[in-house]
């Protein structure tokens, strides 16, 4: 079985700064893909990045980047320069690659504030 | 870029009654997926779909739930008797292979009242 656990229900940060958003893992697969979503008030799910498990290299995507650190089965994803539109539910989600199907975190809503 | 699309965006029914809700996935995607969002709670697994066939399903995918492929283009997911905790964000989702990306469908609202 896989988990995804997300241990921040709510975060919140000033327009313009720097913020992490939490996630850690569980799986026996050895490949395997995570990624995050933002789901805004409009409740659509909305690919943010993603990482493959065997790749050393950190994604990145514009303003998102992810800290992912495969020993601790921990994958974060750093907003930076935060903005207003970045307001949503951030979920983490686990996919392994022999699956198909994803498991997803409880997720965390984060609130840009002006 | 291709997207998955899902029909009604919202649907309203009663209790006990049928619902079919509709998606037609990207098109060289062989994969396909059913997912459900209860309001303020996770995105849950409910059945993945491939070669007319079901590969696997969660719990939650009981005898009231059935998918199909009518056609070459959509895939649907049907609630033979709908109950009021069945209200919840239904998203679709496929991929072109196993590992493949499964970008979401924008999801369908079903309120059972």
């Known amino acids: 079985a896989q988990t995804v656990t997300q241990s921040q229900p709510e975060m919140s940060v000033q327009e313009a700064e720097t913020v992490t958003l939490s996630c850690t893992y569980d799986?026996?697969?050895?490949?395997?893909?995570l990624f995050w979503y933002k789901q805004p008030p409009s409740r659509q799910m909305i690919l943010v990045i993603r990482?493959?498990?065997?790749?050393?290299q950190n994604a990145t995507e514009n303003r998102f980047s992810v800290n992912f650190q495969k020993a601790a089965k921990s994958f974060s994803l750093k907003i930076s320069d935060s903005q207003l539109g970045d307001t949503a539910m951030y979920f983490c989600?686990?996919?392994?690659?022999?699956?198909?199907?994803?498991?997803f975190g409880d997720g965390t809503t984060l609130t840009v504030k002006p | 870029e291709p997207e998955v699309t899902q029909t009604p965006s919202h649907q309203v029914t009663q209790m006990g009654q049928e619902v079919i809700l509709r998606c037609v996935p990207i098109?060289?995607?062989?994969?396909f997926y059913w997912y459900r969002q209860i309001l303020g709670q996770k995105v849950e697994f409910l059945v993945s779909?491939?070669?007319?066939?079901?590969?696997?399903k969660s719990e939650i995918f009981d005898d009231q739930f059935s998918v199909e492929r009518p056609d070459g283009s959509n895939f649907t997911l049907k609630i033979r008797s709908t109950k009021l905790e069945d209200s919840a964000m239904y998203f679709c989702?496929?991929?072109?292979?196993?590992?493949?990306?499964?970008?979401f469908g924008p999801g369908t609202r079903l309120t059972v009242t």
């Open positions: 989702a496929s991929s072109e292979d196993r590992a493949g990306v499964t970008p």
């Open positions: 799986t026996s697969e050895s490949n395997y893909y």
């Open positions: 990482q493959e498990a065997y790749k050393q």
């Open positions: 989600a686990l996919r392994n690659t022999n699956a198909g199907k994803s498991t």
């Open positions: 098109s060289n995607h062989l994969y």
């Open positions: 779909f491939y070669n007319n066939e079901i590969s696997e």
